[in-house]
């Protein structure tokens, strides 16, 4: 899976500079790695947890690590060949406006790459998936690249092999065409807008609450169902050895 997401990204010269954006142990930045010298990759990661695991793996020596935040990066504009999100996105809060920095920061010409997951056709499926985080559609993809100012965007679908339909993953990619900051212009919040958000905080934690304990209840679900395939996987699995 890895290897399909990251075709896309074009990362065919060990001289390319490749800002990574959600790093965390360094899964993906081992593919990057591949066939880009780590010395020109620049990983990013919010969490210094995850990151301390990066820094262990041998494969990625040399490699540049940043605490940070995506959707506000510490490199200056147009700075970069490459940009790669493996599996963030999906905890971004804001990903229109991360997806305008990966914008920022790479050079005219330089493409960016995100992968991530998509919303599950089977509605059950996608209410239980979007209690736990973001699972945006095709088309929100290609909306926020779009908007962000990217050309030339196009898309390849990823899933494991036991998974049928082409709606679990997708890694984007879209081109620059030319240098500076994204079009795409944050919204400034009203100060009558950010009184009412301060209001309906009593609100927002009740709202979290029950997020809390729907998110607990849905994982609980997911128990007996892995449990389930795992088991109908092997039997028929069994079954077919044996015949
Ligand atoms: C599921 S991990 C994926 C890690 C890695 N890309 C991989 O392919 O294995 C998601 C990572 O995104 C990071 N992350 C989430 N939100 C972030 C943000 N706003 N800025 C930077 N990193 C973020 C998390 O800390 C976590 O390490």
Known sequence: MRNIALKVAQL???DLSVAEVGAGTGFTTEGICKSVDPKNVHALDQSDFQQAKAKKRKSIEGCHFYLGDA??????????DRYVSAGSIEYWPDPQRAIA??????????TATIIGPLKPKNSLAAFIAEVFMLFPTLDEYVNWYKTAGFVDVQYVFVRPPWVRKDDYAVSIVGRKPAGGASPWVAPSVAPEESLKAKSSSQQSKLLFLTR?????IAGGIFIPIALMTTATLKVKSLFADAS
């Not at 959707?71 to 970069?80: A, I, N, Q």
């Not at 920095?101 to 330089?110: C, F, H, P, Q, S």
């Not at 809390?212 to 607990?216: E, F, I, N, R």
Request: hydrophobic residues 35%; aromatic residues 10%.
């Open 12 to 14: 065919d010269r060990p």
């Open 101 to 110: 920095e990966a914008y920022r920061v790479i050079k005219a010409g330089g």
């Open 71 to 80: 959707e506000s990066l510490p490199w200056e504009t147009d700075r970069f």
């Open 212 to 216: 809390l304990c729907v998110g607990a």
